[in-house]
């Protein structure tokens, strides 16, 4: 069994995008992180992204509106940041407090500067194979992981679980487009697939992106199998200072034994969402100053 290190992975590509950076004269890309209200989870991946994009060079601005914010108020921000010529792209962390529609924020954020993928017309881009449209983060690291592992997808069954919008449908999507790395048959399965165990034990490439604590098991894996473990789950685990520990949507100690190459909770698919944003976020650069 070989271990996808994501870590390691995701270090290897922030180093290039440093280099990339670098060699652009004049203004650098700007990408503009919202965070709203005191969420401890918000802060955290903020401070992360914040944090990698000083790392490779790009141009943060850190936005606080308090959690009061309405609707309509942060609508007229995100229509301000749109309209700014030195933001190439924009990101509303979530989650969003209670009285804000998540999706209709997602759509407020230019299709041109949504750099987390999670616009309607970036989806449908994915679908037409729109190389100028954004893949959402974690579906993207996904693919890069894939290739920088050598797995090529081509004529492989890859088996999805999970169907969310944010990793389960575009990882799907991303798969299924005939290009090089891609081109696999696809299977998307949710809670609604009978005898789920006999569908995933088909694939040739697992995506577990359930969010259930290892909820794939040994039994439900093909000997051999790529095994990609989208799940960060938070279980109680008394022995550690937090008393949780972190733990994917697979039961790691029995799949390990049987997969060819898997992917660790924390350290595999986790470090890669963040550094798709920075790459997604100098792809806007580019598409929008002709760099
Ligand atoms: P969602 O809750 O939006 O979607 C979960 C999906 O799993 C749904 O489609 C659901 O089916 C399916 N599902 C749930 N229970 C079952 C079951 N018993 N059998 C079959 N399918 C089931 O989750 P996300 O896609 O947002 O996230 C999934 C996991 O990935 C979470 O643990 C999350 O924390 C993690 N994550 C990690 C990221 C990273 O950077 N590594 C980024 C994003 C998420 P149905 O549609 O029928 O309800």
Redesign the pocket.
Known sequence: MELIDGNQIAAALIAELKTEVNAISGRKPCIALIRIGDDPASLSYVTKKEKSAAEIGLTSRIILPPVTISQPELFALIDQLNADPTVDGILVQSPLPKHINEVAVFGRVSAAKDVDGFNTLNLGKIAQEDETGFAA??PA?IMELLARSKVDLKGKHVVV????????KPIALLALQKKAGANATVTI?????SN?PAMVRQADVLVA????PE?ITADMVKPGAVVID????RVPDATKKSGFRLV??VHFPSVSALASKITP?PG???P??VAMLMKNTVKAFRLQTAH
């Open positions: 983060c974690t690291g679980v999970g169907r969310s919008l944010i990793v389960g399965c949710h809670s609604g697939t789920l992106a359930i969010g259930r909820f989208v799940g960060i789950n994917g949507d909770v595999g698919v986790g890669m969402t």
